[in-house]
């Protein structure tokens, strides 16, 4: 028996029914620590099998619909209404970007309907590009996912839910950036904790709080719906004036779009927690998005009846600036619905963000202690809380939008290689089970958009954080080339997993197939 603090690999399978790669799993043998799952999993009265754990199926339709809806409605079209608007130059073709974003966003989530129904493992992008193309492609999104993208939209969700919570205590002036920080590393904490302890608790929390912004949405589509009959019509009359014919204005007025149509593929993280995944995955695809856009685009409609374009692209907060405009003494009522909604956001964008870490790490492309569940509570808890701490990091620069212009770019450029992981699967694997089967046209389409989406703005207006973020992609090779392709292990590694295991209370998992 080896001695105490000796690292092994454990009997846990990698998904795909071969030994597990990469970085070590750490356990103790001989000791207390070795029994510490089997002893806790006694404790609560539930079998833990010796060769792991595994995340339970918890997530029903309505819950998959409002994990879709209430992290694609968030802070995004409270914010990002200033961007559209400014870059496309008019108010026709804002209103024609929102729309075609909502298009977009139904076309992709079909896409990854029928990925997410031929391959049911959780991780959604990393999982099909790992079955697609190999580890390398997988491990680089998930470098750049886990370390930047996913904790970054948990930071810009943050950060707009502390600008609303402090405008009201700064009437007269600018909130300090100070507190609307404090408050976002705050929400960060609860929103982790909450995640943490519980599934069921984490999704019921989604579906309470995609029916406030619903309810938010709701207000600002009949304040707006009022103000046409009264006859505010002169600002929607200024249609296509003022129209920019710039394709990298276009493009990246389409980034800040796609930013509040972001969470379309959000369920794809979730699908071995789903249950039935072969008809509530496209199902919920198909209820939620389509509600989503026809959501955006009354809102807009209504923000841009009440609000001239100098008005709406000088407001920092724009749907308060609407509620002093249409509600009078009730317009406190929005700032609260706002922080309702972005919390909502906040919860649906941590409890995906965790899955992927967690399901790169269960594949040896993480440290692996990323890869163990809660013995008890059966939830990501390592995943999460590493998750948590890079958000905090992410929301010191403060710049929500250089966020969202680094997001979108990242993004797409993986968007665009998870179809065409579709369109090589059809070709290379025909004869797996789709029980979904998007029209392949689809794919080729949503294909060219991402790639028009990450090339035009690098090459009509070249700016240094595209470079920034392309070299941020490739600097994974230096991780990925010792670390996971010649499984290089360091030997204090073996101590932090035990660490952290005990402090944690959580043990090796598995992978269920359903």
Same mark, same amino acid.
């Given at each position: 028996?080896?001695?105490?603090?000796?690292?092994?690999?454990?009997?846990?399978?990698?998904?795909?029914?071969?030994?597990?790669?990469?970085?070590?799993?750490?356990?103790?043998?001989?000791?207390?620590?070795?029994?510490?799952?089997?002893?806790?999993?006694?404790?609560?009265?539930?079998?833990?099998?010796?060769?792991?754990?595994?995340?339970?199926?918890?997530?029903?339709?309505?819950?998959?619909?409002?994990?879709?809806?209430?992290?694609?409605?968030?802070?995004?079209?409270?914010?990002?209404?200033?961007?559209?608007?400014?870059?496309?130059?008019?108010?026709?073709?804002?209103?024609?970007?929102?729309?075609?974003?909502?298009?977009?966003?139904?076309?992709?989530?079909?896409?990854?309907?029928?990925?997410?129904?031929?391959?049911?493992?959780?991780?959604?992008?990393?999982?099909?590009?790992?079955?697609?193309?190999?580890?390398?492609?997988?491990?680089?999104?998930?470098?750049?996912?886990?370390?930047?993208?996913?904790?970054?939209?948990?930071?810009?969700?943050?950060?707009?839910?502390?600008?609303?919570?402090?405008?009201?205590? *700064?009437?007269?002036?600018?909130?300090?950036?100070?507190? @609307?920080? &404090?408050?976002? !590393?705050? %929400? $960060? #904490?609860?929103?982790?904790?909450?995640?943490?302890?519980?599934?069921?608790?984490?999704?019921?929390?989604?579906?309470?709080?995609?029916?406030?912004?619903?309810?938010?949405?709701?207000?600002?589509?009949?304040?707006?719906?009022?103000?046409?009959?009264?006859?505010?019509?002169?600002?929607?009359?200024?249609?296509?004036?003022?129209?920019?014919?710039?394709?990298?204005?276009?493009?990246?007025?389409?980034?800040?779009?796609?930013?509040?149509?972001?969470?379309?593929?959000?369920?794809? *993280?979730?699908?071995?927690?789903?249950?039935?995944?072969? @008809?509530? &995955?496209?199902? !919920?695809? %198909? $209820? #939620?998005?389509?509600?989503?856009?026809?959501?955006?685009?009354?809102?807009?409609?209504?923000?841009?009846?009440?609000?001239?374009?100098?008005?709406?692209?000088?407001?920092?907060?724009?749907?308060?600036?609407?509620?002093?405009?249409?509600?009078?003494?009730?317009?406190?009522?929005?700032?609260?619905?706002?922080?309702?909604?972005?919390?909502?956001?906040?919860?649906?964008?941590?409890?995906?963000?965790?899955?992927?870490?967690?399901?790169?790490?269960?594949?040896?492309?993480?440290?692996?202690?990323?890869?163990?569940?809660?013995?008890?509570?059966?939830?990501?808890?390592? !995943?999460?809380?590493?998750?948590?701490?890079?958000?905090?990091?992410?929301?010191?620069?403060?710049?929500?939008?250089?966020?969202?212009?680094?997001?979108?770019?990242?993004?797409?450029?993986?968007?665009?290689?998870?179809?065409?992981?579709?369109?090589?699967?059809?070709?290379?694997?025909?004869?797996?089970?789709?029980?979904?089967?998007?029209?392949?046209?689809?794919?080729?389409?949503?294909?060219?958009?991402?790639?028009?989406?990450?090339?035009?703005?690098?090459?009509?207006?070249?700016?240094?954080?595209?470079?920034?973020?392309?070299?941020?992609?490739?600097?994974?090779?230096?991780?990925?080339?010792?670390?996971?392709?010649?499984?290089?292990?360091?030997?204090?590694?073996?101590?932090?997993?035990?660490?952290?295991?005990?402090?944690?209370?959580?043990?090796?998992?598995?992978?269920?197939?359903?």
């Amino acid at each position: 028996m080896p001695p105490t603090g000796t690292i092994f690999y454990n009997d846990v399978s990698d998904v795909n029914g071969g030994p597990k790669r990469g970085f070590p799993t750490c356990q103790s043998t001989g000791s207390a620590l070795s029994e510490l799952p089997l002893k806790m999993a006694e404790d609560s009265h539930e079998d833990t099998p010796e060769e792991g754990i595994a995340l339970k199926r918890r997530v029903g339709l309505l819950s998959g619909v409002a994990l879709i809806v209430g992290t694609m409605i968030g802070s995004g079209i409270f914010v990002s209404p200033k961007g559209v608007l400014l870059r496309s130059g008019s108010v026709g073709l804002s209103l024609v970007i929102w729309a075609g974003c909502g298009i977009l966003s139904l076309l992709g989530a079909l896409c990854y309907a029928e990925l997410g129904t031929m391959i049911t493992k959780s991780g959604a992008e990393y999982s099909y590009m790992m079955d697609a193309f190999g580890p390398l492609p997988a491990f680089l999104f998930s470098w750049v996912s886990v370390l930047v993208l996913k904790p970054s939209m948990l930071a810009i969700i943050c950060l707009s839910l502390g600008k609303y919570v402090v405008e009201p205590f *700064y009437i007269e002036c600018v909130p300090e950036m100070l507190s @609307v920080k &404090l408050f976002a !590393a705050f %929400s $960060i #904490g609860v929103i982790t904790y909450i995640n943490c302890q519980s599934v069921k608790l984490a999704t019921r929390i989604q579906n309470f709080f995609t029916t406030a912004k619903l309810l938010a949405i709701a207000i600002i589509v009949v304040g707006g719906s009022i103000k046409l009959v009264q006859g505010h019509t002169q600002h929607l009359a200024t249609g296509f004036d003022g129209v920019s014919v710039s394709f990298s204005d276009i493009a990246t007025a389409f980034y800040s779009g796609l930013w509040a149509y972001d969470g379309w593929n959000n369920l794809n *993280y979730v699908t071995e927690e789903l249950k039935n995944p072969y @008809v509530n &995955l496209p199902l !919920a695809i %198909s $209820i #939620g998005i389509p509600v989503v856009t026809f959501c955006y685009i009354l809102v807009n409609i209504s923000y841009i009846t009440v609000m001239s374009s100098a008005e709406l692209l000088a407001s920092e907060a724009v749907a308060v600036t609407w509620a002093g405009r249409v509600l009078g003494v009730l317009a406190f009522v929005m700032p609260i619905s706002v922080a309702l909604s972005s919390f909502g956001a906040g919860n649906g964008s941590c409890f995906t963000g965790g899955r992927l870490c967690y399901v790169a790490a269960r594949e040896g492309h993480l440290v692996d202690i990323l890869s163990y569940l809660h013995v008890r509570r059966h939830t990501p808890s390592p !995943a999460l809380i590493f998750n948590a701490i890079l958000a905090i990091c992410m929301i010191v620069p403060g710049d929500i939008g250089s966020l969202i212009d680094f997001f979108s770019f990242t993004a797409w450029l993986f968007y665009g290689m998870t179809f065409l992981a579709l369109i090589v699967m059809r070709h290379t694997k025909p004869d797996l089970r789709r029980p979904y089967k998007v029209p392949i046209w689809i794919a080729y389409v949503v294909l060219v958009i991402s790639v028009f989406l990450v090339v035009a703005p690098i090459v009509e207006n070249p700016q240094i954080e595209y470079l920034y973020a392309s070299s941020f992609v490739l600097s994974g090779l230096l991780v990925y080339i010792p670390f996971v392709h010649y499984k290089l292990h360091l030997n204090i590694m073996g101590n932090i997993t035990i660490f952290f295991q005990l402090l944690l209370e959580v043990a090796p998992t598995k992978y269920v197939p359903d």
